[in-house]
Nanobody, 119 residues
Framework: HVQLVESGGGSVQAGGSLRLSCAAS????????MGWFRQAPGKERENIAG???????SYADSVKGRFTISRDNAKKILYLQMNSLKAEDTAMYYC??????????????WGQGTQVTVS
């Protein structure tokens, strides 16, 4: 059994910060090349942050400079630090991983999501 569980969402005022966590259990192929996605009502799912095969981060333009992805390999937790939050950041946030250790494969493990609401 493999599972990702997001936490840390909630309601925050514009300009505030939140840190999301994604705890992995069971077999995850690699803690590298994991990612964060979000989806707002009526919008398509957006890949907002990810790490590559060696853990280097990349970000969508919409969050670049404000969000930071990081991880704790020993604890198998992926984080998303979100600063300078804006109303348009309101969405359900999901983390994603691969059962495979190869980063060229598609994401196939998803968390249940955590809601972020910015007012």
């Amino acid at each position: 059994h493999v599972q990702l569980v997001e936490s840390g969402g909630g309601s925050v005022q514009a300009g505030g910060s939140l840190r999301l966590s994604c705890a992995a259990s069971g077999y995850i192929g690699t803690m590298n090349c994991m990612g964060w996605f979000r989806q707002a009502p009526g919008k398509e799912r957006e890949n907002i942050a990810g790490t590559d095969v060696v853990g280097r981060a990349s970000y969508a333009d919409s969050v670049k400079g404000r969000f930071t992805i990081s991880r704790d390999n020993a604890k198998k937790i992926l984080y998303l630090q979100m600063n300078s939050l804006k109303a348009e950041d309101t969405a359900m946030y999901y983390c994603a991983a691969r059962r495979s250790p190869f980063c060229g494969t598609q994401y196939n493990v998803w968390g249940q999501g955590t809601q972020v609401t910015v007012s």
